[in-house]
C-alpha cells in the first residue's frame, strides 16, 4: 500500500532525512491540489517545521533546479546536505554565478563550511553585505528555533511548546521558555551563535545565562551552527568555573540535527517561576519603553 505524502513527510522527519527529501516530498504533494485540504497545515504538524521554512525548502530546491538546467548539469546534483548553508550558496549565485557554482559544488562534497560562506558573500556583495547581516539574523534564528523547538519536545515530553522570550534589559536576547500542554514553565534557553554576526566571543553574555538559569526549572545553552565542539567543550569549562552544573548545552551543527554535549540536571531548589515572571514584568525592554515613552 502506498504510503500517503503525510506519512512520508513525518518518517522523512523522524529518520532525519536532509532538508531537500522533505522538500521534495511538499512540493509534490503541493503540486496534486487536492481540493478542501489544507496540505501546508498537514505538512507543518508532520513535520514539526514552520510553513514559512517549508516554503524556504521549495524555494531553494526550485532555484537549485533552474542553476543545474542553466549549466546543463543532470537533475540533484548540486543538492547541499544542509540547507542554511544552500540558501546562501544561492544567494552568492545571484550575486557572483561563478562563485556560486563553486560553493554549490563544494557544498555538495562537504568542502565548504558556513563560515567560508559568509566570508565569499562579504566579498561579493561588498557594502551591501552589512545590510543583509539584519536578515542574515533573522534566517539564523528562525532556523536554530526550528531545532530547538524539536528538541524541547524531546527533553520534556510531546505536548510541549517553545517560543521565543520577551526581550528583558540586563540579559542575554535571544533567549526561549517551554512550557507544557497545561500551560506550566518547565524549562528555559538561552542561544548562542559566532561570529560575525555577533562578535569574536558569543560567551560574553554566559553569566547573565547562568543567573536566569536559577529562575527556571531547567535550562540549556543551544550553540548556534557557526560553533564547534570545541566551543561547546570552552562553554562547560566556563560553566564549571561559575559552578552552574545545572546548565545543560546542545550543540545545533551546520549538517543539521543535534548534539546534546550536556545534559540539564535540575537541582533541588526552589520554585523561583513566580520570580522570573516577576522579571519579566518588571524589566522587559517593552514595559521600559512604555515608561520612558520611547518610540
Request: hydrophobic share 40%; aromatic share 8%.
Amino acid at each position: 500500500m502506498k504510503k500517503s505524502p503525510e506519512t512520508r513527510l513525518r518518517e522523512a522527519r523522524e529518520t532525519g532525512q536532509p532538508w531537500h527529501v522533505i522538500g521534495s516530498i511538499l512540493r509534490e504533494w503541493s503540486a496534486t491540489g487536492v481540493r478542501g485540504m489544507d496540505v501546508w497545515q498537514l505538512a507543518t504538524e508532520a513535520t514539526e517545521l514552520s510553513e514559512l521554512m517549508l516554503r524556504r525548502y521549495i524555494s531553494a530546491l526550485d532555484r537549485l533546479a533552474e542553476i543545474e538546467t542553466s549549466h546543463a548539469l543532470p537533475p540533484a546534483s548540486l543538492l547541499p546536505p544542509t540547507f542554511g548553508p544552500a540558501e546562501l550558496a544561492i544567494r552568492l549565485y545571484s550575486r557572483d554565478p561563478v562563485a556560486g557554482l563553486k560553493a554549490l559544488r563544494a557544498l555538495k562534497q562537504r568542502k565548504i563550511t558556513l563560515r567560508d560562506l559568509r566570508m565569499e558573500l562579504r566579498k561579493s556583495e561588498g557594502h551591501a553585505y552589512e545590510g543583509n547581516r539584519a536578515r542574515e539574523r533573522t534566517v539564523l534564528v528562525a532556523s536554530c528555533s526550528e531545532a530547538i523547538t524539536i528538541q524541547a519536545r524531546k527533553f520534556f515530553g510531546r505536548g510541549t511548546v517553545s517560543q521565543r522570550r520577551p526581550s528583558i534589559q540586563y540579559f542575554q536576547t535571544i533567549g526561549f521558555e517551554f512550557r507544557n500542554s497545561q500551560g506550566f514553565i518547565v524549562g528555559g534557553a538561552d542561544l548562542y551563535v559566532g561570529s560575525p554576526l555577533y562578535g569574536p566571543n558569543p560567551f560574553n553574555t554566559i553569566a547573565q545565562s547562568v543567573l536566569m538559569a536559577t529562575y527556571l526549572p531547567a535550562f540549556y545553552l543551544f550553540l548556534g551552527p557557526e560553533l564547534q565542539m570545541s566551543d561547546a567543550e570552552h562553554a562547560v569549562r566556563v560553566l564549571e568555573v561559575l559552578q552552574a552544573h545545572s546548565v545543560g548545552i546542545v550543540l545545533l551543527p551546520e549538517e543539521g540535527g543535534t548534539v546534546v554535549v550536556r545534559r540539564a540536571k535540575p537541582a533541588r531548589k526552589q520554585d523561583r517561576t513566580k520570580d522570573y515572571l516577576s522579571i519579566l514584568e518588571h524589566l522587559s525592554i517593552e514595559r521600559a519603553r512604555t515608561v520612558t515613552g520611547e518610540p
